[in-house]
Every structure is written in structure tokens, then in C-alpha cells.
């Protein structure tokens, strides 16, 4: 691999309270890559993801994003510099538009020309909130917010885009949806973070995979590699 690394992680320890929720993570994510992180519940995935764009402080270990420590910074420098989060839930501004949502994306941006062509590239990309830029954000269906929230964050142009669970809750065919959208998002050459309690789908599209038990990163290697290892395969794929 000769691809610049993003994104480092070094251990990494993070503790709400008494409680040490991440204990001593170490990731790397190059430029390009689609990385997955999957795990059990409470493993520590999303305390991770937000520790790496500054909605948590970490306790102890390191974070380098283009080679430079991220230690201390905010959410909103990081999402200036290209490093955006999807939380889980969405979070879309439901009184809002679906043009409107997509124009708070771009808030960090100053080119006004770019932010309207970005907004006619997102309605490109997600044909579905075209046909509904008027609505009210708050009406849409869940998979329908997913990709507004998807889109929202692509319109403040990241280097790296860690997606937390964006298919949770959701029907098959909108999963199904969603997993070709993010696969349309590598494509368009945006790195990805992808947290998925849906393991063997995340897992066949990603090109490497982390395993995360109780805080610690248990395995890790290529996306197919893991898909076929059978202590995944037991643990999460559920055979
Ligand atoms: P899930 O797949 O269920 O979202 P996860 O792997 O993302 O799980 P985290 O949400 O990072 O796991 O949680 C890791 C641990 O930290 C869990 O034990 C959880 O209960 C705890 N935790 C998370 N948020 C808080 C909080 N705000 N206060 C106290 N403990 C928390």
C-alpha cells in the first residue's frame, strides 16, 4: 500500500466517567480506502468514531488526521478540514427543507457558485431528494433521512466520512439502498469509516475490516478475509 495515510489512531482510550468505554485502540485508514469497524453492542465503536471527530476528548493515545495530531480540536475545525461524522439517528434539522438541510452541509463554505452546483450533484447522486427538495426534512421516511444526512454531509466536501450504523432501523430494500450509496460515495473517491451492526454486508464491500470487543480492536485484515474467517463468522455472522 503507497496511499497516504488519512487517518491514525493510536492508543486510543476514551472513559465516560469511571467507566473505560475505548482501551487502547490503534487504526489506520488510507486515502481511498473503505474501512469497516464492526463489533457487538457496547464494543466501543461509536465512542471511537467520536473521539476521532472531536465530539469526545480522549483520555489517553493519539489521533493524526494528514499527519498532524488532532488532539484537543473541535468538531467544527475537524469538519473544516475534511473530516466529517454521520451519527447514527441522522440528525437531520427536521423543520427544515431538504435543500435547506443541504445548504446547513455546507456552512463551512464560502463559494457560493460551488455550494449551488454541490447541491444539484447531491440531488445527482440521491435522485429521491430531488424529487422531494421541498419538503419538510422531518417527513421523510428513515432511509430517506439516512441519505439526506449522507448528503448533508458530502456538501462540506470530506476527505474522510465516518458513517456510524446508516442502516440501522431501516427496511431491507431501503439497507439494500444504503449500502449501494456508500459504495457510490467510495466510488466518487471519499474515504470512509464504516461502523455497521450489519457485518457480513459491510464487510463484503469494504477493502479492510476492525473487529472491536470490550474497548480493544480484536482482529482486523481485508474485508474478505474477515468475511471468511470463521471466529467472525461465529461471533457475528451468526453461524
Ligand atoms: P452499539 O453498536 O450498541 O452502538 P458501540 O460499539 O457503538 O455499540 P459505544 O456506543 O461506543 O458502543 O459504547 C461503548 C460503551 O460505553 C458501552 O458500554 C456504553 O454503555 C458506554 N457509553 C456510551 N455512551 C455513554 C455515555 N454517554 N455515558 C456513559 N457510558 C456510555
Known amino acids: 500500500q503507497t496511499r497516504p495515510v488519512l487517518l491514525q489512531v493510536q492508543g486510543l482510550k476514551v472513559a465516560y466517567g469511571g467507566i473505560q468505554a475505548v482501551k487502547g485502540v490503534d487504526l489506520q485508514v488510507r486515502e481511498g480506502e473503505l474501512v469497516t469497524l464492526i463489533g457487538s453492542n457496547g464494543a466501543g465503536k461509536t465512542t471511537t468514531m467520536k473521539a476521532i471527530t472531536g465530539g469526545l476528548a480522549m483520555n489517553d493515545g493519539d489521533i493524526q488526521y494528514l499527519g498532524r495530531s488532532i488532539r484537543g480540536q473541535g468538531a467544527w475545525d475537524l469538519v473544516r478540514r475534511g473530516l466529517v461524522m454521520v451519527p447514527e439517528g441522522r440528525g437531520v434539522f427536521a423543520r427544515m427543507t431538504i435543500t435547506e438541510n443541504l445548504l446547513m452541509g455546507a456552512y463551512t463554505r464560502t463559494d457560493k457558485a460551488g455550494i449551488a452546483a454541490d447541491v444539484e450533484r447531491m440531488f445527482g447522486i440521491f435522485p429521491r431528494l430531488r424529487e422531494r427538495r421541498d419538503q ?88 474478505r478475509e474477515l468475511l471468511e474467517d470463521p471466529r467472525v463468522r461465529a461471533a457475528y455472522l451468526g453461524e
Open 136 to 223: 419538510l426534512a422531518g417527513t421523510m421516511s428513515g432511509g430517506e433521512q439516512q441519505m439526506l444526512a449522507m448528503a448533508r454531509a458530502l456538501m462540506s466536501q470530506p476527505k474522510v466520512l465516518l458513517l456510524d450504523e446508516p442502516s440501522m432501523g431501516l427496511s431491507p430494500i431501503m439497507v439494500d439502498k444504503i449500502f449501494e450509496v456508500v459504495r457510490d460515495v467510495y466510488q466518487l473517491g471519499v474515504t470512509i469509516v464504516l461502523v455497521e451492526q450489519n457485518a457480513s454486508r459491510a464487510l463484503a464491500i469494504a477493502d479492510r475490516g476492525y473487529v472491536m470487543e470490550s474497548g480493544l480492536i480484536s482482529m482486523s485484515g481485508a474485508g
